[in-house]
T-cell receptor, first 116, second 113 residues
Framework: GENVEQHPSTLSVQEGDSAVIKCTYSDSASNYFPWYKQELGKRPQLIIDIRSNVGEKKDQRIAVTLNKTAKHFSLHITETQPEDSAVYFCAASIAHYGGSQGNLIFGKGTKLSVKP | DVKVTQSSRYLVKRTGEKVFLECVQDMDHENMFWYRQDPGLGLRLIYFSYDVKMKEKGDIPEGYSVSREKKERFSLILESASTNQTSMYLC????????????FGSGTQLSVL
């Protein structure tokens, strides 16, 4: 089955710097890669996702890149702010168009701390 | 806005007790999931359901069962609670189709003593 590795497990940056979190997956059939953010004491929430027919996607200060050949994808946060401090989870699944979806397999998470 | 509601935020049970964790969603989603979250281990899928009365095992189903008698409700059952089941339990739902976005509940922190 699918296996998702996420690095680093903790990341500390100064406010205004960039942060990069990397994930690798094992199943080449995976075609959907979301990122979830979980603030302390709160539920995980989807912040951005990418499908395998796209190499990069941006939404304001966050971007995700996908390298299908190497089977890895990354989350990039620019101009970090203290409110970006949270645990970030990557995930991968096989989405079947028009049929049942594949289950999301999550990485173990990265705790991002943004120091003011 | 989608609401996924878990019945308890904190729960303390004794070893050997039968424990029920309830989850209700109000957006008519077909898919519902139970995850377990432990520090350093991420989110691990226990059971999921794509339809009423349907259930499938996830990655760590041992010691758990589920029930989905109605579309909006998905229950996780610990048949005989053990200390290694102390954890944060997260319920999630999603609609069928290309949109696989998961909507999570706020979680139940279960302590088994």
């Amino acid at each position: 089955g699918e296996n998702v590795e996420q690095h680093p497990s903790t990341l500390s940056v100064q406010e205004g710097d960039s942060a990069v979190i990397k994930c690798t997956y094992s199943d080449s059939a995976s075609n959907y890669f979301p990122w979830y953010k979980q603030e302390l004491g709160k539920r995980p929430q989807l912040i951005i996702d990418i499908r395998s027919n796209v190499g990069e996607k941006k939404d304001q200060r966050i971007a995700v890149t996908l390298n299908k050949t190497a089977k890895h994808f990354s989350l990039h946060i620019t101009e970090t702010q203290p409110e970006d401090s949270a645990v970030y989870f990557c995930a991968a699944s096989i989405a079947h168009y028009g049929g049942s979806q594949g289950n999301l397999i999550f990485g173990k998470g990265t705790k991002l701390s943004v120091k003011p | 806005d989608v609401k996924v509601t878990q019945s308890s935020r904190y729960l303390v049970k004794r070893t050997g007790e039968k424990v029920f964790l309830e989850c209700v969603q109000d957006m008519d989603h077909e898919n519902m999931f139970w995850y377990r979250q432990d520090p350093g281990l991420g989110l691990r899928l226990i059971y999921f359901s794509y339809d009423v009365k349907m259930k499938e095992k996830g990655d760590i189903p041992e010691g758990y069962s589920v029930s989905r008698e109605k579309k909006e409700r998905f229950s996780l059952i610990l048949e005989s609670a053990s200390t290694n089941q102390t954890s944060m339990y997260l319920c999630a739902s999603s609609p069928t189709g290309r949109n696989e976005k998961l909507f999570f509940g706020s979680g139940t922190q279960l302590s088994v003593l």
